[in-house]
């Protein structure tokens, strides 16, 4: 084995390329993109819809999950035979159920637990 091949052995590790400086760059740059948008969104106010407000930045937290597992863990289908596909899978199974699950819990909490105007006008 000359030193070229074991050069060329080690930036594949089973099929995943390690990542280049361009790719990190855009990486950076699209998760900065994605944190700043739904920031200036909410604190502007730049939707009145609050349901409409809370869908896009649960969109774009998605969307930066997905940035993150392609361009800093390097998840493609090719990658390790197929399993990095099924652990992205797998992952966007638990966002889903753990942030629906959230914004149910809240949903209720805030429902059930903040008294009502009518309430308030009865309190001495």
Avoid: C
């Amino acid at each position: 084995m000359s030193a070229h091949d074991h050069a060329d052995h080690d930036h594949t590790h089973g099929g995943a390329a390690h990542g280049s400086l361009k790719g990190y760059l855009i990486g950076f740059v699209l998760s900065v993109i994605l944190t700043a948008v739904p920031f200036w969104m909410v604190m502007t106010g730049a939707i009145d819809n609050k349901q409409a407000t809370a869908v896009i930045v649960m969109a774009f937290a998605a969307v930066q999950i997905v940035v993150h597992m392609v361009f800093f863990l390097h998840m493609n289908p090719a990658s390790e035979g197929g399993w990095s596909m099924l652990a992205l899978i797998f992952t966007v199974i638990l966002v889903v159920i753990v942030l629906s699950g959230s914004l149910w819990v809240m949903y209720h909490l805030n429902a059930n637990m903040m008294p009502g105007l009518h309430e308030m006008r009865q309190m001495p």
